[in-house]
Nanobody
Framework: VQLQASGGGLVQAGGSLRLSCLVS????????MAWFRQAPGKEREFVAS????????HYADSVEGRFTISRDNAKNTLWLQMNSLKPEDTAVYYC?????????????????????WGQGTLVTVSS
């Protein structure tokens, strides 16, 4: 399984970007998919997740209401629509895939839950 993230770039505060994550090889229909990010000098943090089969959407408080995670099974692609971007959203964004899923009430925010990772795409938000 390989994940390839793309769509990052430079955008002004208040702008929008859409990240994509192409999944090749086997997909795990019952697994969780997620986006994480790592800002300069900080640890990687959870951004959003959903089940590859759909549903069970979760967001970090910092992006709730501004970011939307979705997927297109036919295209084997995971998306992250980012609106109203802020300078503090500047980070390398990573997509991740898990072979399994947590129960619906548990947010799959732990990095160790995920088995496969993309290479990351840089998002820079200028003020």
């Amino acid at each position: 399984v390989q994940l390839q993230a793309s769509g990052g770039g430079l955008v002004q505060a208040g702008g929008s970007l859409r990240l994509s994550c192409l999944v090749s090889g086997r997909t795990f229909s019952s697994g969780d998919m997620a986006w994480f990010r790592q800002a300069p000098g900080k640890e990687r943090e959870f951004v959003a997740s959903m089940r590859w089969s759909g549903g069970a959407l979760h967001y970090a408080d910092s992006v709730e209401g501004r970011f939307t995670i979705s997927r297109d099974n036919a295209k084997n692609t995971l998306w992250l629509q980012m609106n109203s971007l802020k300078p503090e959203d500047t980070a390398v964004y990573y997509c991740a895939a898990a072979r399994t899923r947590t129960i619906i009430t548990v947010v799959p925010s732990q990095e160790t839950h995920y088995d496969y990772w993309g290479q990351g795409t840089l998002v820079t938000v200028s003020s």
